[in-house]
């Protein structure tokens, strides 16, 4: 059974940081291009960062310079270093793992910005 559970989300001031994780479990971890994705109340989910087996990594345009991922492959888990936090960051953020047609995503991690 394939299981990713993120950790590390919360209420956090503007110019905050928080680190996420997801731990992965019922998968070879370091075959899979691991990512982390976010969706906002009433907007679609989006592509936040990605890691590939190798380390390649991409990340969405707004977050560039302040969001770091990264991957443990001997924990199986992968972070997202969010540094410079923005309330437009607000939102309920999900790890995925790919592997060709296989995907699973985890349940999700609220990020609240906000005073």
């Known amino acids: 059974q394939v299981q990713l559970v993120e950790s590390g989300g919360g209420l956090v001031q503007p110019g905050g940081s928080l680190r996420l994780s997801c731990a992965a479990s019922g998968v070879t971890f370091r075959l899979y291009v691991m990512g982390w994705y976010r969706q906002a109340p009433g907007k679609q989910r989006d592509l936040v960062a990605r890691i590939t087996s190798n380390t390649s990594t991409i990340y969405a345009d707004s977050v560039k310079g302040r969001f770091t991922i990264s991957r443990d492959n001997a924990k199986n888990t992968v972070y997202l270093q969010i540094n410079n936090l923005k309330p437009e960051d607000t939102a309920v953020y999900y790890c995925?793992?790919?592997?060709?047609?296989?995907?699973?995503w985890g349940q999700g991690t609220q990020v609240t910005v906000s005073l």
């Open positions: 995925n793992a790919q592997l060709g047609a296989l995907n699973y």
